[in-house]
């Protein structure tokens, strides 16, 4: 019975061991076929299989870098970028981690992160000196770098002579509002001005006016004081008729007073 179980456990062992090499070449396979449909230029073919690779061994580091690369070509540069900077960190060979920092460089300046990807190639020619793609690359970084702050400076310079440009139109457009405010302020008090002026006018006139009337009033009345009210026909020779009698009357008087003085006083002769 214990002869029996150690056999089993042996030929278990045995299956095992025989598993590993196998499982082992089932990701290689996998690799090796998006490799395949990477120079094909099949890209997002290439991306599948290495994710496939990966996901029996998230351990295998050729395959997070050929996926980086399959990324990379599909203008993936985020994702890319992760999985560079995984390996960068990650891996335990200077010559993968070398690359991987080279091509997070590349990923960067894709990106026009060029600070980041300067430091990117600093690090892989850290690793590997003689690399002179990485050396041009870090040039080529540098100078973007230096254009996209002069550009930026202008920019801002541009900016803000933008804004003084406005600022001072506005200015300009304040200062006209005032002055067509004034201008028009004036135009109102001269207005104001021409209205009482008009005011006192009518005014004087209309006290001109009362003047006049009272004045010719005033004529009309004395006019009608001395003015004698006009007599008719029949009026008229009803007064000569009474000035005649009376004149008769005075006669007849003045001869009986004559006539009496006669009487009462002779002649006398005094010698």
Known sequence: MNHRNIIF???TLLTALIALPAAGQTVNKLVRK??????KGK?????????????????????????????YKEKNYEEAGKAFAHLAKKSKSNNLKAKSWYNLGNTLMQKKQYEQSIQAYINSLKLNPKDYNAKYNLEYARKMLK?????????????????????????????QNKKNDKKDQNKNNQNKNDQNKNKDQNKNNQNKNDQNKNDQNKQNNQQGGNQRPQMTKAEAQRMLDALRNSEKGTLKKLEKK??????????VINW
């Open 9 to 11: 456990g042996a030929v």
């Open 43 to 71: 890209f997002s073919d290439a991306e599948v299989l290495y994710r496939k690779a990966l996901a029996k061994d998230s351990t295998f580091q050729k395959a997070t870098f050929n996926l980086g690369d399959a990324l």
């Open 258 to 267: 004559k006539a009496k003085a006669v009487k009462g006083k002779p002649d």
């Open 34 to 39: 998006g490799n395949k449909e990477f120079d």
């Open 147 to 175: 254009n996209q702050q002069n550009k930026n400076k202008n920019k801002d310079q541009n900016k803000n002579n933008k804004d003084n440009k406005d600022k001072n139109k506005q200015n300009k457009k304040n200062d």
